[in-house]
């Protein structure tokens, strides 16, 4: 699985020992399976996925310095171009083979665009989907593509991976006794720079789910945290407490919960 350099993000400015600084990592990094997934989590559990530049009325921007500057040196977050896009520059320093695809999220019933990017990567002889930048209901660590059919525990959440009529995979999540859509993908690789158009919609339209809604998720060891509008929901060992908060209380709560300053 080889990812030529058209198809790749550049970041001259991406050092990989303050990259680790950032997602608090010491380890010995490894290209298994458990290294893969230490680095990933270690990742959700310092970065959060979030939109404050887009709810600012910003431009996102998909240079990979820019993406560097906006999680590494300014300790923010973002959505999925930022999250997924900072750790390919890390799988890319470490020489691990992974190309990006196009993703269509079906969490609303209004059929949506491939608005979304993941990661498909090669971890010993295997092919599994990485995806940093799904908000509250992302993977927690890599999903194996071979696992069709499997009900796949990752901490409190249950996943599985489907086919489609038209072979494409259907990523789904368990709640209650129920399956849930979260997005359908194939395998066909795409260039970074094939994200622009989706990107612009995404801090733009109207329409975009990202320009209508507030949102920072924070996944930790024992759960998540997840601000949507003005309310946190917390979910510690699968229990869940809803907390409403003010308006002004906001830029407290960011730091306090989420270590977001801006």
């Given at each position: 699985?080889?990812?030529?350099?058209?198809?790749?993000?550049?970041a001259p400015s991406f050092d990989l020992q303050q990259y680790l600084n950032r997602i608090n990592f010491s380890e010995e990094i490894k290209?298994?399976?458990?290294g893969i997934k230490k680095l990933m989590q270690s990742q959700i559990f310092s970065v959060p996925f979030e939109n404050l530049d887009v709810q600012a009325?910003?431009?996102i921007s998909l240079l990979g310095d820019d993406i560097v500057s906006h999680i590494v040196t300014k300790n923010r977050g973002g959505y999925c171009y930022q999250v997924n896009g900072i750790f390919s520059l890390l799988l890319q320093e470490i020489g691990l083979p992974h190309y990006y695809i196009a993703v269509r999220p079906l969490v609303n019933p209004i059929p949506n665009a491939k608005t979304?990017?993941?990661i498909i990567a090669e971890i010993e002889n295997e092919d599994y989907l990485i995806d940093l930048g799904f908000g509250g209901n992302s993977i927690r660590e890599p999903l194996k593509l071979s696992q069709i059919g499997t009900e796949i525990q990752q901490d409190f959440d249950t996943f599985t991976l489907v086919k489609t009529e038209d072979d494409d995979y259907l990523l789904q999540i368990k709640i209650g006794k129920d399956w849930s859509d979260l997005y359908s993908f194939d395998l066909t690789p795409q260039?970074?720079?094939?994200?622009?158009?989706?990107?612009h919609y995404n801090y733009s339209?109207?329409?975009?789910?990202?320009?209508?809604?507030l949102i920072v998720v924070?996944?930790?060891?024992?759960?998540?945290?997840?601000?949507?509008?003005?309310?946190i929901k917390s979910v510690t060992n699968g229990v869940t407490e809803l907390i409403p908060f003010e308006?002004?209380?906001?830029?407290?709560?960011?730091?306090?919960?989420?270590?977001?300053t801006v």
């Open positions: 699985m080889e990812q030529s350099k058209k198809y790749k993000i550049e290209l298994d399976l458990s009325g910003k431009t979304h990017l993941a260039r970074w720079i094939d994200f622009k158009p989706a990107n339209h109207p329409d975009s789910f990202f320009t209508q809604n924070l996944q930790n060891p024992l759960g998540k945290k997840i601000l949507f509008k003005n309310s308006d002004d209380q906001l830029n407290t709560i960011l730091k306090t919960e989420f270590n977001l």
